[in-house]
């Protein structure tokens, strides 16, 4: 047989020109998953990729390319292309695969002490590599360790095909399901729908949105927050085949419940990112979504749903197969070796699991990677130390602003925005907006404030809401605490202005706000409005609408006391 050659690829333009032979051995993997896919990470590297460098491995025998090692050096390590985005990794290689594989890992043997450590996540037990690895690696003689990561989860249609066109999902427990469905039933009129390729961009900010606020405050913040991914995810759209990717939908009257954005590739499906609304989790909308989406692609000829990674418990409720991802780490010396292993084993001890499952420890430890990853270790620290500062001794000052008729500056409407006042009917949509729990006490407050005559106006762009402001008739003593607002009975007072952050910077605020306190002026009102002074994008505002400022008040905070 000839010997394998490893030849390098360390620039764009050389990723580029591989995607015919790129795209010929992902065909010809065992497991060859949308992520490994040229167009994924062609799209990944152009919207993610800064602040990494290719470095691509490529074998050719008889000057044939029968594999791809598609890496990338991420400061001084290095590490799969995508990551820590793409789910699944791999080596692309031609049949017989071992032979392959054995040349990469030697190469990489030969390069390691130029890294701090080669880290390559995400390889499925669905692959021959993994295999090949377990048998390569111990008589390589490399400082290496294999470990099993989170689990990844999916349903495979085992029934007959002819059958397939008829399918109906049960669930573990079967009346669940059902039970979820009518209960979803009962509060509304909902309906499923699923659109392909382009047709899904007009619904992407639904989807953002939901996940935002389903994940806002917990110690795993929402992805969305970050300008860049919800651009990924655009392009993704615009890029990828047509009928690659998808978005499956559960939409109510007037909003959308609860999404589901993926990918199919031959007869899989893979579910990237699930988002359902938190005003509406009682009525369990992902269940009734993903028990409908399931049926949707099964009887359009899929035969594999991919949860990919992720051990979350409703999975297992709607998956029938378990596998593992892995992770192999090479190092430069064996002393790294055994401090890893010993750092390893410490995450693994009670008081590591403790620690690992704190809420706030885990809070802070994602914070500060993604601060980190962002900004460099600088800024992290920079940050810190004024976040440490604020909390030890914090001077805020307020203002207090008035806006009348005459002084109302003229804003420019974005295009396709459209305004209208909202009723106590519309809590719903509010709800969703804001991110509301139902049963929470922002949610009671809203009720209450339209119960006393408190007025509210919304942005809606696509059909959907965007932006609110509130006008009361009368303050609300915590909201004032600051300064003692009164209203004579011509005035009204602004309060919780807000802008989904899918949709912040296209001046959907201020053209709101110009909307609204002209309607209210011409019913004979004068608006006020209490803002922190630090707050400069609220500040900027007013000032836009020609609001002039009549007061101020500075407040203390020690050890985040307010002293008044």
Excluded at 25 to 32: A, E, H, N, P, T
Excluded at 426 to 448: F, K, M, P
Aim: overall charge positive.
């Amino acid at each position: 047989m000839s010997t394998i050659t490893i030849d390098r690829i360390e620039t764009i333009d050389g990723f580029h020109a591989l995607k015919p032979d790129w795209d010929r051995l992902l065909g010809q993997c065992s497991f060859g998953t949308i992520f490994s896919s040229h167009d994924w990470l062609s799209v990944w590297w152009e919207v993610l990729g800064e602040g990494h460098r290719p470095y691509i491995l490529v074998a050719r025998r008889a000057g044939e390319v029968v594999g791809l090692a598609p890496l990338m050096q991420t400061g001084n390590r290095l590490e799969f292309m995508g990551t820590p985005n793409v789910d699944y990794a791999d080596f692309l290689v031609a049949p017989p695969e071992r032979p392959v594989i054995e040349a990469f890992i030697e190469h990489l043997g030969s390069i390691r002490r130029q890294f701090s450590r080669i880290q390559l996540e995400q390889i499925s037990d669905r692959s021959t590599t993994l295999a090949c690895l377990r048998d390569i690696m111990p008589a390589s003689g490399l400082p290496y360790h294999l470990k099993p990561l989170e689990p990844t989860y999916s349903y495979v249609y085992d029934g007959p095909p002819e059958k397939q066109g008829e399918f109906e999902l049960k669930l573990k427990n079967s009346s669940r399901g059902s039970r979820y469905q009518r209960r979803l039933e009962r509060d509304g009129n909902h309906r499923y729908r699923r659109v392909i390729g382009e047709r899904v961009l007009p619904d992407l900010p639904s989807l953002f949105h939901l996940h935002y606020h389903r994940w806002k405050g917990t110690p795993t913040p929402s992805k969305f927050a970050d300008q860049a991914m919800r651009g990924f995810y655009v392009r993704l759209s615009e890029r990828i085949c047509s009928s690659s990717t998808f978005l499956s939908l559960l939409q109510g009257t007037s909003t959308t419940v609860a999404g589901c954005f993926g990918f199919v590739r031959g007869s899989t499906a893979y579910l990237y990112t699930i988002a359902h609304s938190s005003f509406h989790h009682k009525l369990s909308p992902g269940t009734v979504l993903l028990i409908q989406q399931t049926n949707d692609l099964i009887r359009a000829g899929v035969t594999t749903i991919d949860y990919i990674r992720g051990g979350e418990g409703y999975k297992s409720r709607f998956t029938n197969t378990e596998n593992h991802n892995y992770c192999l780490t090479m190092f430069d010396s064996k002393s790294a070796a055994r401090r890893h292993l010993r750092w390893e084993r410490f995450k693994e001890s009670s008081l590591g699991l403790k620690l690992r499952n704190n809420a706030a420890i885990m809070a802070l430890r994602i914070g500060a990677d993604q601060c980190a990853r962002r900004h460099g270790k600088a800024r992290l620290l920079k940050n810190a130390a004024a976040r440490l500062g604020r909390y030890l001794l914090d001077v805020r000052k307020y203002h207090l602003y008035r806006l009348v008729g005459e002084r109302i500056q003229r804003a420019d409407t974005p295009e396709g925005v459209s305004f209208a006042e909202l009723s106590a009917d519309d809590t719903e949509s509010l709800a969703i907006l804001y991110g509301w729990w139902a049963d929470s006490v922002e949610h009671a407050r809203a009720c209450q404030r339209f119960a006393a005559g408190g007025r509210c106006f919304g942005a809606y762009a696509d059909g959907m809401l965007v932006a609110a402001t509130w006008l009361l008739r009368q303050p609300e003593p915590a909201r004032c605490r600051p300064l003692k607002v009164s209203l004579a009975e011509s005035e009204l007072l602004a309060v919780d202005s807000y802008t989904s952050p899918i949709f912040r910077d296209r001046g959907f605020q201020t053209a709101l706000k110009q909307w609204a306190y002209t309607k209210a002026h011409a019913e004979g009102f004068t608006i006020k409005a209490l803002v922190p002074r630090d707050n400069k994008a609220i500040s900027a505002v007013w000032y836009k609408l020609g609001a002039e400022h009549i007061d101020s008040r500075t407040q203390w905070h020690v050890l985040g006391q307010a002293i008044d």
